[in-house]
Nanobody, 127 residues
Framework: EVQLVESGGGLVQAGGSLRLSCAASGFTSDNYAIGWFRQVPGKEREGVSCISSGDGTTHYADSVKGRFTISRDNAKNTVYLQMNSLKPEDTAVYYC????????????????????WGQGTQVTVSS
């Protein structure tokens, strides 16, 4: 059974930084993608970034390029999202998600229809 556990959310002032972690377990294949998504009440879930487990290819939404960095530690089965220069509009519940690479190639790396999801962690950026 695939399990994803996020941590690292919290309250930060605009311009500050946070690092989110996603601990993954239960994969039977090494060829998967882990993505970060965010959602605010009343809005659709938005793809933020993702990374592939194989070659480490990364993808970012335009709204976070240059500010957020996704990385992985395969030995720890953990993916990180370093968020710098945070803005109030980054406030959301952040989720990590996982899916097979071969599915994401067709469906899109930042499309919010991954198969496996964590429980989410709140990020609040005050102005």
């Amino acid at each position: 059974e695939v399990q994803l556990v996020e941590s690292g959310g919290g309250l930060v002032q605009a311009g500050g930084s946070l690092r989110l972690s996603c601990a993954a377990s239960g994969f039977t294949s090494d060829n998967y993608a882990i993505g970060w998504f965010r959602q605010v009440p009343g809005k659709e879930r938005e793809g933020v970034s993702c990374i592939s487990s194989g070659d480490g290819t990364t993808h970012y939404a335009d709204s976070v390029k240059g500010r957020f960095t996704i990385s992985r530690d395969n030995a720890k089965n953990t993916v990180y999202l370093q968020m710098n220069s945070l803005k109030p509009e980054d406030t959301a519940v952040y989720y990590c998600a996982a899916d097979r690479i071969r599915v994401r190639i067709v469906a899109g790396y930042l499309a919010p229809d991954y198969e496996y999801w964590g429980q989410g962690t709140q990020v609040t950026v005050s102005s």
